[in-house]
């Protein structure tokens, strides 16, 4: 699974994925120290590792490793503590075929953006003399970044990552995390959590940012895509009040706490949760996406 049209990689799992979870897994990438205990003592983990679902899995600090079974890949990138098993019935909710799709194409949003001076894949004006174009200078970085934009919006994100990757050659250090932040996106998108959350790690927008909100929203998505779900919610809990301004991302909001408490295992929190995505809109994709997700034992 390597596109999100595919499905979101490790933010659910699709059909087939319970059968593929009662085979184990198997290490496909590694970094860092990754230790596994299926037993009573731990072991360090390899590339090509066998993990059953019965196993703990434990991630020391700067560590990720990814797990693939057949129809199935987990990635972790949070120091901590796993039960395999756990995972699994954490993400039931998601393996719905229906449930993703509708996810899918609500998430598109979140990579939207603004242009606020037009079409910038038509190129810098800088290099203009006319009089028209006095005082519009646009960097080489924004021409870039707008062009990823535009790309995002197509869906075509290959494209957008090579006009991202070309912006961020040409961008100041006061224009490179915004640059960060929708590579962050475009490669979460292509199913590369580990990689989208070494873009976002350490970013940290400041109010008048206009990609602030949406990376809110972001990093809690790459929290529960590596099943981080406790620090997804705590992360939501403390910065997602001020996103009720504007009704989509608030839907979101909603659906991304619900799905984090459903991990967690706090069954009435994530009820109350999607019920709240529900109440502000039951016929946009998020709203189906909640009702389905409740839907779910």
């Known amino acids: 699974m390597t596109r999100l049209t595919a499905g979101l990689a490790a933010f659910w799992l699709l059909a087939g994925a319970v059968a ?34 019965s196993a703990t899995v434990r991630l020391g600090a700067k560590s990720c490793v990814r797990l693939k079974g057949t129809g199935v890949e987990v990635v972790l990138t949070r120091p901590g503590t796993y039960v395999v098993k756990d995972i699994f019935a954490a993400r039931k909710a998601l393996s719905s ?10 998430l598109r949003y979140l990579g939207s953006g603004s242009t606020d001076r037009g079409n910038a894949v038509l190129g810098a004006r800088a290099g203009n003399k006319g009089a028209e174009n006095e005082g519009w200078v646009e960097s080489s970085a924004e021409v870039f970044l707008q062009a990823g934009k535009e790309y995002i919006r197509a869906g075509e994100y290959d494209r957008a990552a090579e006009q991202l990757e ?24 292509d199913g590369k959590t580990a990689e989208a959350w070494k873009q976002a790690e350490r970013l940290s927008p400041g109010s008048g940012d206009s ?7 972001l990093r809690a998505r790459l929290l529960i895509d590596s099943s981080a779900y406790a620090e997804a919610a705590e992360w939501l809990a403390e910065h997602g009040k001020g996103l009720s301004q504007d ?38 994709d998020l709203g189906k996406a909640a009702a389905a997700i409740l839907e779910t034992p």
């Open 166 to 189: 070309q912006a961020l050659e040409y961008a100041t250090e006061g224009e490179s995390p915004e640059i960060h932040f929708y590579l962050a996106y475009v490669l979460s998108q």
């Open 97 to 106: 075929g229906y449930t993703g799709s509708l996810l899918r194409r609500a």
């Open 247 to 284: 009704v989509q991302r608030a839907q979101l909001f909603y659906v991304l706490l619900g799905l984090a408490y459903r991990g967690e295992g706090l069954d009435d929190q994530a009820k109350q949760a999607l019920s709240d995505a529900l109440t502000i809109s039951s016929e946009s």
């Open 20 to 53: 593929a979870g009662a085979q184990g897994l198997r290490v496909s990438y590694l970094e860092g120290s990754t230790e596994v205990r299926d037993g009573s003592s731990w072991r360090l983990l390899s590339i090509g590792d066998s993990v059953p679902q």
């Open 211 to 217: 990609w602030a909100s949406d990376y809110v929203l």
